[in-house]
């Protein structure tokens, strides 16, 4: 039997050989949903609200499929706690719905806005405990449309 050798300098045609392979199963397995990737599935979201003609607060995120995804949301410190991120949150979820989704999600840390999440309507779906090694956890929150 031959010795299998592990490299931690793969190369960049190793990566592609690791990815075609992946490719193929995945092709095999789901061709609807792969080819839905090459069809441009995601479409970006960018809300920014504005005061007097400053940014105080913004959402960037995507729809994929059936589903609203927020990478980031953030609201000027001064003007935390008046609507804002929920305004934010509400029309991200009118143009995840006119898109056809169904669902939505976002990852937060426990130390930014989880109660803002959950009060929205989020629901917590996964945690990962201690994931920037300082005790602080990551949540994975989700949510239905359909109840929004």
């Given amino acids: ?17 690791m990815l075609s392979w992946l490719r193929a199963f995945n092709e095999s397995e789901n061709g609807d949903f792969m080819r839905s990737l090459s ?14 003609d400053r940014i ?21 410190p001064e003007f935390r706690r008046q609507g804002i991120g929920r305004r934010l949150v509400d029309e991200s979820i009118r143009i995840a719905r006119e898109r056809d989704c169904r669902f939505a999600y976002v990852d937060t840390m426990s130390y930014q806005a989880p109660e803002f999440y959950l009060a929205q309507g989020f629901v917590e779906a996964g945690r990962l405990v201690n ?18």
């Fill in 39 to 52: 069809a441009g599935a995601e479409q970006p979201i960018f809300l920014a609200a504005e005061l007097d």
């Fill in 131 to 148: 994931w920037d090694s300082h005790g602080h956890d990551k949540l994975f929150l989700s949510m239905e449309l359909s109840a929004w």
């Fill in 1 to 17: 039997m031959h010795e299998i050798q592990i490299s931690r300098d793969g190369s960049d045609d190793q990566r592609q050989s």
């Fill in 56 to 76: 105080v607060g913004g959402l960037d995120g995507v729809t994929i499929h059936q589903w609203l995804k927020i990478d980031l949301m953030a609201v000027a």
